[in-house]
């Protein structure tokens, strides 16, 4: 019996997992609230349906939306999936969300019979376009059972970090504090260089091959060199998940002085209107402040 | 005619150069204040002799001390080295100082004819003995050319910044920048993963193939992971390396809100009385201040 899945948001994220699941060969659904990008779904793999239609006969559905606040909408909102979904299909959430957040999707997933993943994914839209994403997914083993095709499908890397939901979520909090702060701090050195005449080519050429180097940097400093602010990654998603991050903290009486200092920029970026931005516009913040050019598209 | 050098200063750095310089077959002498460390070397090469005997033969010397200081009480202070080095010969500054006094050293080198060649220096211990480390050079090409054999003896890769002193060091302040927030940052997001039940070899095995990974995460974890805070690279760099940046940062009007943080957290280490320990022990003040435990080398 052939294995159908859904996936519910066709942002630079889902829509990339989308095509690696119907590549993998699996009866792939696409669903966005945004028709024209669903219809260009449809039109790749020639399967169109309404989710209505296809709620209870998939085997799991891939939750690829912003937040919490989507993700259960999704779930149990108007037009509510889990209710319709078959006895052991999965819920993989993908979002960034709170542990606690998790928790309680999975345990009302239960009532309906449900299984729920803890899954959220680390990579980027060009590796979700390959199915070579990174998953840090917990819950039961029924539903890492149920979800293991669509997650063979989506990533090269599953990291099994427990048998409930909310170890997901913690490690990806972990993940975020750690890349939001890496974009913000980037973006610090590139204009401190800046000031003293380092200019941004020389300070990704060197820095990229020295022991301040990190992951974001490699990947986002070149957005700046070339002036391009073409949102891979937009600047509000850090106000969000750095937020999740500083709830968490708060909950556990944990000091996050570097996280609340890159959040503040972050925001400030935000009030700036860049919101939309690649999140390396977060650079501008420091630019404007210092009064420095950064490098600028049409100058190149 | 045999090339003949100096390295002044043997602690975790020097000590590694002066060996890769020796292994590459330059007459290399080894000087420290520390007469164990100095007689350490002189026995692995053989080659026993004051500085003041050949201070006038020497075609270069590396001066791998810990801050500028020492660096000027070395080239100028008593039993000042420049003033009876040869015409041409050249200094190899190392040590992380501010981009002004790098160059302030350039024109007192230039008053006796000794070349001063800006040379900060990026890798850590273990690529010093192996002759395999980043140097971010920047000074006259007589400097250059005339330091070009003791950096292929200690460098795999020499990162040319310009044509006089500054630049080298304001591309190591940049990084320092970089390495430290980095260091502090991995130290927060550790103990935040701890506090939720992520365990620190989970948090390393995870996020060194994540986006949020860093060069220093990867370096510096595993000492948590071990409780091993063994200084390979001591707390108290920190303040001082910090310190640079926001003397900087301060001159040219430049806001640093996140290495601000981060200082902060290295400040607070070492009044712990952590200054000794190596710089992972910042995660100390973060698992104080919430009461969690972090592996210990006894019980491991």
């Not at 204009?191 to 020295?210: K, M, R, Y």
Request: charged share 20%.
């Amino acid at each position: 019996m052939s294995y159908s899945c859904a996936v519910i948001g066709l942002g630079s994220m889902g829509f990339g997992m989308a095509q690696s699941l119907h590549r993998a060969g699996l009866e792939t659904y696409g669903f966005d609230r945004d028709a024209e990008r669903e219809s260009r779904f449809q039109s790749e793999t020639g399967r169109a349906a309404s989710l209505a239609c296809v709620a209870s006969t998939i085997d799991a559905a891939a939750i690829v939306v912003v937040n919490a606040a989507q993700t259960e909408a999704v779930l149990f909102g108007d037009d509510a999936l889990v209710p319709r979904m078959k006895q052991g299909s999965v819920i993989v959430a993908c979002a960034t969300v709170a542990p606690d957040f998790a928790r309680e999707m999975e345990r009302r997933c239960s009532d309906h019979s449900v299984q729920y993943l803890d899954a959220p994914i680390s990579g980027g839209a060009v590796r979700a376009a390959k199915g070579d994403l990174s998953v840090m997914a917990s819950g039961s083993q029924a539903a890492k059972d149920a979800a293991k095709p669509l997650l063979d499908g989506v990533a090269s890397t599953v990291f099994d970090l427990g048998e409930s939901a909310g170890a997901g979520s913690a490690m990806k909090a972990v993940n975020q504090l750690l890349a939001g702060v890496h974009i913000a701090t980037m973006a610090e050195a590139l204009t401190f260089g800046l000031a003293q005449g380092v200019a941004p080519e020389t300070f990704l050429d060197v820095i990229s091959q020295c022991a301040g180097t990190s992951w974001m940097l490699e990947n986002r400093a070149p957005h700046i060199v070339d002036g391009d602010y073409t949102p891979h990654s937009a600047v509000t998603i850090w106000p969000k998940d750095l937020g999740i991050v500083t709830e968490i903290a708060n909950e556990k009486g944990l000091q996050t002085p570097i996280t609340q200092a890159a959040l503040a920029q972050f925001n400030a970026a935000v009030a700036m209107g860049l919101g939309a931005e690649d999140d390396a516009a977060v650079a501008k913040v420091y630019a404007k402040a210092a009064n420095l050019t950064l490098p600028s598209k049409d100058t190149e």
